[in-house]
Nanobody, 121 residues
């Protein structure tokens, strides 16, 4: 499927861990910059982390040293390992793919429907 499909969300206590996964068509995945976005309740969606096809990563300062983004190009799967979770990490996590295109200067964007993460005791 072209549209990313996320999984792995759920309810976890503060300090706990979750691993999110996102599956995308391998044809799209292998050429795309892949990212995770977070939308907290009543807030705008913001970038959590990105990873290029070659494995270069960038992180939002708020998750550095706690979250790890990774990808498996052979499986067309993106991961987000989330450790030391905090209540403010609560929200919907979206998978995003940006594929290069000769007809679209900013690339072609694909969004998943999101997976809910709730951090609460």
């Amino acid at each position: 499927q072209v549209q990313p499909v996320e999984s792995g969300g759920g309810l976890v206590q503060p300090g706990g861990s979750l691993r999110l996964s996102c599956v995308v068509s391998r044809r799209i995945f292998r050429i795309s910059v892949m990212s995770w976005y977070h939308q907290a309740p009543r807030k705008q969606r913001e970038l959590v982390a990105s990873i290029t096809p070659g494995g270069y990563t960038v992180y939002n300062d708020s998750v550095k040293d706690r979250f790890t983004i990774s990808r498996d190009n052979a499986k067309g799967t993106l991961y987000l390992q989330m450790n030391s979770l905090k209540p403010e990490d609560t929200g919907v996590y979206y998978c995003h793919a940006r594929a290069p295109s000769p007809t679209a200067p900013n690339g072609i964007h694909y969004w998943g429907r999101g997976t809910q993460v709730t951090v609460s005791s």
